[in-house]
């Protein structure tokens, strides 16, 4: 591997001349940011910002959520701005260090510093503002030949400039739990806050039907099912440096779905195989995607009753169609084949008929276009359509969304959250003007 020295002539002289001025580091393990949906992140700590975007890249920029290091994928940015900056000196993080690409700066240099696992950019002029470009290629990492994508993941950063080295101290905002993953009808708790900075801070939910926060960060249920992200925020003071800080707030409920002996149109069903003594069941593609294999999840044993989260719509419905069914996920785009390929092709205007046939073993024969559903080829652990059977392969099972036993009917009306919002047998949410059997507040009655 060729190594770059840390430091060249030039940064040497730099520091040299520039010693006056003082440095500034933060731990990015220690902060929270502030996720922007699909596109990147933000972050505001010791006087400076940093805005992470997603560009041309094909992954978003995030903080992970085990390490809480600061990742950046191949072609995302990272924009840092302050005070006038004359270095800044990157630690790349353990996972930086296995998947460490080159980055290109709007302006200045950067030098690699792999045996000490830095990457440092100087700018003797000083730069306000300045943009950092990922690169393609796994340059530096330790595992470059596995993964080949360059990734600039961070633990920390130091920086030297003008300003940087006030002695205000961090405003240090956190909630006890970062995450909370709640399910309907259990006892809700509340995290803590706690904070050290004298400046006020303001609290905002981005979705107050899932969940609220008072003046003083207490966090409390919306009422509805969903996902709220809480932010806590103080602006910067004469002591203390600005803070933010995030809880995320899942509410949700147990779907049950059970074997199916036969198909029945307008239900919905998970695609499930069972194999080498486990039971794996498909997700849909992404929603970008026009074609590809369904990925799946997995559980031990061959069950036949599957609890799925109800945020995670992994089902797909089953339709009549002229000359059998047609299949369509969760974000509206039917299933069928081409000619070519053994993938899946996804479109919300083409909906094929798919001949469904159950076969004695309990699972089924679903064909289209003389391509018949399988699950894995070899050792893979995914569903895609041949027209033989493959090596090791299983024919898929299909269980239906069971309308008496989803998880919502189990609500009791001492910890259900009393809302008014109603939901029907398949624990959709529907409004007022919708008629059949329903449920609200944990009871079932007829709307006529």
Same mark, same amino acid.
């Given at each position: 591997m ?9 940064t ?8 006056? !001025?003082?440095?500034t580091?933060?731990d990015?393990?220690k ?14 700590? #010791?006087?400076?910002?940093f /805005? ?11 903080? $992970?959520?085990?390490?809480k290091d ?6 995302n ?8 900056m004359?270095?800044?000196v %990157? ?5 930086g260090?296995k998947q460490w ?5 709007? #302006? ?16 003797t002029? &000083?730069?306000?503002?300045?943009? !950092? ?9 330790t ?6 994508a360059?990734? %600039?993941?961070?633990?920390?950063v ?10 205000k101290?961090? =405003? $240090? ?8 993953d709640h ?9 803590? !806050?706690?904070? #050290? ?5 303001t609290f905002?939910s ?8 008072n003046? /003083?960060?207490?966090? =409390?249920l &919306? ?8 932010t ?6 004469d002591?203390?440096s600005?803070g933010?800080?995030t809880?995320t ?38 929603e ?6 369904l990925s ?7 069950v ?11 089902? %797909?419905? %089953?339709e009549t ?12 785009r ?10 899946f092709q !996804?479109?919300?205007e083409?909906? #094929? ?6 076969? /004695?073993? &309990?699972?089924f024969?679903?064909t289209?276009?003389?391509?018949f ?9 995914s569903f &895609?359509?041949?027209?033989?059977l493959?090596e ?7 269980f239906?969304?069971n ?9 009791t009306?001492? $910890?259900?959250?009393k809302n008014?919002?109603r939901?029907n ?15 609200? $507040?944990?009871?079932?009655?007829v709307?006529k």
């Amino acid at each position: 591997m060729v190594k770059t020295l840390r430091y060249t002539l030039m940064t040497v002289v730099a520091m040299v001349a520039n010693f006056s !001025f003082a440095q500034t580091t933060i731990d990015f393990t220690k902060q929270a940011v502030t996720l922007k949906d699909k596109v990147g992140y933000t972050l505001t700590a #010791e006087g400076y910002t940093f /805005e992470a975007d997603k560009a041309a890249g094909t992954t978003a920029p995030t903080q $992970n959520g085990k390490a809480k290091d600061l990742r950046h994928y191949a072609k995302n940015t990272l924009t840092i701005s302050g005070p006038a900056m004359k270095e800044i000196v %990157f630690t790349m993080s353990e996972a930086g260090k296995k998947q460490w690409g080159d980055v290109t700066p709007s #302006e200045g240099q950067v030098t690699v510093d792999t045996e000490n696992g830095i990457t440092t950019w100087t700018n003797t002029n &000083g730069s306000t503002t300045v943009t !950092f470009t990922v690169g393609d290629t796994n340059t530096y990492g330790t595992n470059k030949e596995k993964k080949p994508a360059g990734q %600039f993941d961070l633990a920390s950063v130091t920086i030297t400039g003008d300003a940087a080295g006030k002695t205000k101290q961090p =405003a $240090n905002l956190a909630f006890s739990e970062a995450t909370i993953d709640h399910e309907v009808g259990t006892e809700f708790t509340a995290p803590t !806050f706690t904070k #050290e900075t004298t400046a006020a801070v303001t609290f905002v939910s981005d979705n107050e039907a899932v969940a609220t926060v008072n003046a /003083e960060g207490v966090i =409390a249920l &919306g009422g509805e099912e969903g996902k709220a992200v809480i932010t806590a925020s103080s602006e910067e003071n004469d002591a203390y440096s600005a803070g933010n800080a995030t809880c995320t707030v899942y509410v949700w409920h147990y779907n049950v779905y059970k074997k199916a002996a036969a198909v029945e149109s307008g239900k919905k069903y998970m695609i499930v195989a069972q194999r080498d003594s486990n039971t794996y069941y498909a997700i849909p593609a992404k929603e970008s995607y026009n074609y590809g294999y369904l990925s799946t999840f997995n559980v031990e044993g061959t069950v036949d009753e599957l609890k799925i989260k109800s945020s995670y719509d992994d089902s %797909f419905a %089953f339709e009549t169609l002229d000359d059998g069914f047609s299949i369509k996920d969760c974000y509206g785009r039917y299933l069928y084949m081409d000619t070519k390929h053994n993938s899946f092709q !996804f479109d919300k205007e083409k909906s #094929e008929a798919w001949t469904v046939e159950a076969e /004695e073993n &309990g699972t089924f024969s679903i064909t289209n276009n003389g391509k018949f559903i399988q699950f894995g080829s070899g050792t893979y652990t995914s569903f &895609g359509a041949y027209d033989k059977l493959q090596e090791n392969a299983v024919l898929p099972m299909l269980f239906v969304l069971n309308d008496n036993e989803s998880g919502i009917n189990g609500i009791t009306n001492d $910890n259900t959250v009393k809302n008014g919002a109603r939901y029907n047998l398949a624990g959709q949410r529907v409004n007022n003007s919708y008629k059949g059997i329903v449920i609200e $507040n944990g009871k079932k009655f007829v709307v006529k």
